[in-house]
């Protein structure tokens, strides 16, 4: 499907991307707040996804768009350590210890949708559990 074409260490593309700043969560907590990262930087992956897509699933001419999805995710992370901090750990805790079972942690889940649709003015408008905010959006 994509290009068997490697990128070469001198172009363009392989500069950006080894010059873009990482993302350093773990997997508890990226997936803890999937579902909010997914709404608060759905600008920046829908245009990577479309840049794959019009480039027959070669990321390659793609590294802009795939730069301003880490940098997005980066600003995610940081706003929602600053304003729901003690709410994502409770949850991505929870998550670890009960191997990724999100049916297992729907309490710490709830305290944190609250927290993350009050605090940073994320809509919900998607499916979750146990929250009076993602009950309305499934109605």
Known sequence: RGSKMAVSVESDAYK???AS???????????AAARHLAEACAAPNAAFVKCKFDNNGDPV???????????????????????????L???WQCLDKKNQTFD???ATQATFDECVFDKMGLSGAFKTYDTPQSKSSRQ
């Not at 700043?21 to 997936?31: D, I, Q, R, W």
């Not at 590294?63 to 992370?77: D, L, R």
């Open 89 to 91: 750990d409770a949850q």
């Open 16 to 18: 950006a991307a080894v």
């Open 21 to 31: 700043p990482e993302l350093k969560v773990t997997s508890a907590v990226m997936m």
């Open 61 to 87: 001419p793609c590294v802009e768009q795939g730069v301003e999805v880490t940098k997005c995710a980066i600003s995610f992370f940081q706003k929602l350590r600053e304003n729901c901090g003690p709410e």
């Open 104 to 106: 297992k942690c729907r």
